[in-house]
């Protein structure tokens, strides 16, 4: 892989979830390449791993300053992040990547700071890049995430991954990717995750416990009296390891699923269990390279969890069909080369 641009500097912010950290830390040689603008991502807070600089109202933080002093390049992994930075960026362009259909609130920022002429849009999806076309506001690129990253899982393998994050011999693992909102199908998850549990199936329910909506689905089993398989665990845990650690990707979203999440899972050669809306998504077909259920959907989400679990070759098959479409889709070292063609097109001067 190409080495990492000199010059780019990748910021993150508090509304980074998961798939954004984990693409970030990959193109900036780990989660130490990154700067955080303001709070730490939840279940990151502490973790020592990221450089946190908070930006003053009227003047800029030393730490900041120094960051952006020398450089072309300010890679920002929200739209909220550009926001901060764009008001000290000084001489640096701004990357931003849209991870997901831009809503009306960024879609009216990124016009704010496409104003400013310093900003390129980079989209993860076509559809992504539509939308934003549709709104009158399009974006510059599209490139799409890997499927995977330089940042290995833990050196140990899967059994260290395992019990990194409280798994026990003989448990099946099952990740709820992505960070819980409303659309994100983990109360699905949850639910599912009840139904297999109560059937005698030895069965742990991962979530990453990144912002509120971790702590509402945790708070909803309990009071739904079934939190005994789920397992919360931290940001800093990272999605490889989770990968790594698991045994099925389960994306319950109600519209697309997180690009490199998606694309993670694709590329270890996991068993997946999505909704039809990842239907096609970068050659993933029902019954061909994963399970799609319908959304919101617990009893066919539990059959398709535990038809993987119980059929092993199926599941195989299913996994190295996965594998083999995110060779042929998602590409890392193409990817890397995009991403150089981005930063070197932010540095011609105008007019080049």
């Excluded at 980074?16 to 040689?29: D, I, R």
Aim: with cysteine; hydrophobic share 45%.
């Amino acid at each position: 892989m190409p080495a990492r641009m000199s010059g780019v500097i990748h910021a993150i912010d508090s509304t980074c979830g998961p798939g954004e950290v984990h693409e970030a830390a990959g193109l900036a040689g780990g989660l130490e390449g990154l700067i955080c603008v303001g709070p730490a991502p939840e279940g990151l807070k502490g973790s020592g791993r990221i450089r946190t600089v908070r930006p003053a109202a009227r003047r800029i933080e030393a730490g900041l300053r120094d960051a952006l002093a020398d450089g072309a390049v300010a890679h920002c992994w929200s739209v909220r992040a550009a926001m901060t930075l764009g008001r000290w960026a000084l001489r640096r362009r701004l990357v931003i990547r849209l991870s997901g259909a831009p809503s009306d609130e960024q879609i009216d920022e990124l016009f704010e700071l496409g104003r400013l002429g310093r900003a390129t849009v980079v989209a993860a999806r076509p559809a992504d890049a539509q939308a934003l076309a549709d709104a009158g506001a399009p974006a510059e690129r599209v490139v799409i995430p890997p499927a995977a990253f330089r940042a290995p899982a833990r050196a140990g393998g899967r059994a260290e991954a395992r019990e990194a994050i409280g798994l026990a011999p003989g448990e099946v693992a099952v990740v709820a990717c992505g960070r819980a909102h409303r659309r994100s199908g983990h109360r699905t998850a949850a639910w599912a995750a009840a139904i297999l549990h109560v059937a005698g199936l030895r069965l742990r329910l991962v979530i990453q416990r990144t912002g509120p909506g971790a702590r509402q689905v945790a708070r909803f089993a309990r009071e739904a009296g079934f939190a005994e398989p789920i397992v919360l665990v931290g940001a800093e845990a990272g999605v490889s390891d989770l990968l790594a650690a698991t045994d099925v990707a389960l994306f319950a979203h109600r519209g697309p699923p997180p690009p490199a999440l998606l694309a993670g899972a694709m590329g270890t050669g996991l068993g997946i269990v999505a909704t039809h809306a990842a239907d096609g998504e970068w050659g993933l077909a029902d019954g061909r390279s994963a399970l799609l259920v319908p959304p919101e959907a617990p009893r066919a989400t539990a059959r398709a969890i535990l038809r993987l679990i119980e059929d092993r070759p199926f599941a195989a098959r299913l996994a190295k069909a996965a594998r083999a479409a995110a060779r042929k889709h998602l590409d890392p070292k193409s990817l890397r080369r995009q991403w150089d063609a981005v930063y070197a097109a932010c540095t011609q001067p105008p007019g080049r």
